[in-house]
């Protein structure tokens, strides 16, 4: 419980600084550099106040030079600072609304150019998604969890088409990416944090140059098909397909 209170603080200490730092950046630039390395200070601090030891297999399938639709699974709030830590782009993701009303931390992910997204309102969504065709095209990677929530087993929920739609309207390569040990670090549910080993393991790049509508299933079971073999669990969450059966 100790390591759990020790992140808290740490959590709102890093979140603080970083997001005040951002936000003096983005007065200037809101293109920086300087916003990435920010970005993954915040990251590292997390990961290190909870006793995550992070190892990667398989960075070198990342262009530096290019930048990507990154999809990935989705079991923890530990998730994000892994893949933000370990990922040599300069990424955005794809947030919930109702943390970019969070003073400081909330705007500065605004002046990032992090992207809010209000799934419930398909107007809004919509709109989210071509701001997030924009800033692949201004040189950022995107990063989205097509499972559009928290898997509360190993097994990860359905995936969504958004991620796929945007691979397409973006003409963009796919990076397929899985984050494994978060489940255990902490899990949807969880009480406390306990320290442990993540690893961020690549997949195989699918190229998306010429797809079209028609495509996004294809685009969606490839990506799927590489992150299960990656964290060597296959299926479907069993409280989701119940979830899914009594609509």
Partial sequence: M?????????????????????????????????????????????????????????????????????????YSYFDIPCILASVPQPIRFMAKASL???????????????????????????????????????????????????SR?????????????LAIKAQMPMQPVAVDGTFDVFRVGAKRITPGKVTVKVGEVIDCANAVLRDKERLASESRAQIENLIGVHGTSESRRAELGAD
């Fill in 100 to 150: 970019f009303k969070i003073p400081i931390f909330g705007w500065a992910l605004g002046r990032a150019g992090f992207i809010p997204i209000d799934r419930k309102n398909r107007r809004t969504a919509v709109k989210s998604f071509d701001l997030a065709a924009e800033r692949i095209r201004a040189g950022n990677t995107i990063v989205i969890f097509p499972e559009e929530g928290r």
């Fill in 153 to 165: 087993e190993r097994e990860m929920r359905p995936f969504q088409r958004g991620a796929f739609l």
């Fill in 2 to 74: 100790l390591r759990t209170i020790w992140t808290a603080v740490v959590a709102v200490f890093v979140s603080v600084t970083a997001g005040t730092a951002v936000l003096i950046v983005a007065t200037f630039s809101t293109k920086s550099p300087l916003i990435d390395s920010l970005t993954r200070w915040w990251a590292r601090m997390l990961l290190l106040a909870a006793g995550v030891e992070l190892h990667t297999e398989g960075m070198e399938k990342i262009d530096p030079a290019k930048r990507y639709v990154l999809v990935s699974n989705h």
